[in-house]
């Protein structure tokens, strides 16, 4: 079946430094994907949308500068953590789809850590 | 407040038991996802309803439009469904990207 590939799946870096999570789809091509964030105990909760050659459309309260997503291709979209922080510490996943009625596809996650 | 309200927060059984787990939600959906979390984290999509009911292999969802209430059952349960279960709902609204509002889960333990 379809898979979604995501990485690196644990990361730990200093407050100050940007990270780069990638999310690739394997074996579909992926005009869609969406970059959530879960804290400990919470729900998923959607960052962003990304569709292939289009700028992201980030939700409300989520800073476009701090968290740059790029979907250069139908298989890639990065998300790029800047000058990050302590409560930047969550997991990060990704999830893509074909079609927008096509089911979608997770990543397993990135578990990021600032210290 | 949460617009997918999920039902029970944490559930223990023992292995064998049938298991049903709802969600509710607020206004009308086009689509509605079961989402299964394993503990490292990482999600499996499990169904994805519109109408009706989908089976798949010991899983069974189930969805009644009208009454904006979607039921996910696990029949003979064993240890290994032990997960965290999250409800998520593409909303009908204008311009949608299908994006998803999520259910807080429901955690599952299933006992030997």
């Known amino acids: 079946g379809a898979v979604v590939s995501q990485h690196p799946s644990r990361v730990i870096c200093k407050s100050g430094t940007s990270v780069k999570i990638e999310c690739r789809s394997l074996d579909f091509q992926a005009t869609t994907m969406f970059w959530y964030r879960q804290f400990p105990k919470q729900s998923l909760m959607l960052m962003a949308t990304s569709n292939e050659g289009s700028k992201a459309t980030y939700e409300q309260g989520v800073e476009k500068d701090k968290f740059l997503i790029n979907h250069a291709s139908l298989t890639l979209s990065t998300l790029t953590v800047t000058s990050a922080h302590p409560e930047d510490s969550s997991f990060y996943i990704c999830?893509?789809?074909?079609?927008?009625?096509?089911?979608?596809?997770f990543g397993n996650g990135t578990r990021l850590t600032v210290t | 407040k949460n617009e997918v309200e999920q039902s029970p927060q944490n559930l223990t059984a023992q292995e064998g038991e049938f298991i049903t787990i709802n969600c509710s939600y607020s206004?009308?959906?086009?689509?509605l996802h079961w989402l299964q979390q394993h503990p490292g984290g990482g999600i499996v999509s499990l169904f994805m309803l519109s109408s009706g009911k989908k089976k798949h292999g010991r899983l069974i969802a189930t969805i009644n439009i009208q009454e904006k209430h979607s039921s996910l059952h696990i029949t003979a349960s064993h240890p290994r469904d032990s997960a965290v279960y999250i409800c998520a709902v593409r909303y009908n609204y204008g311009g949608s990207q299908g994006n998803l509002i999520f259910g807080k889960g429901t955690k599952l333990s299933v006992k030997p």
């Open positions: 999830s893509a789809r074909g079609t927008a009625y096509s089911p979608l596809h």
């Open positions: 206004v009308g959906i086009s689509a």
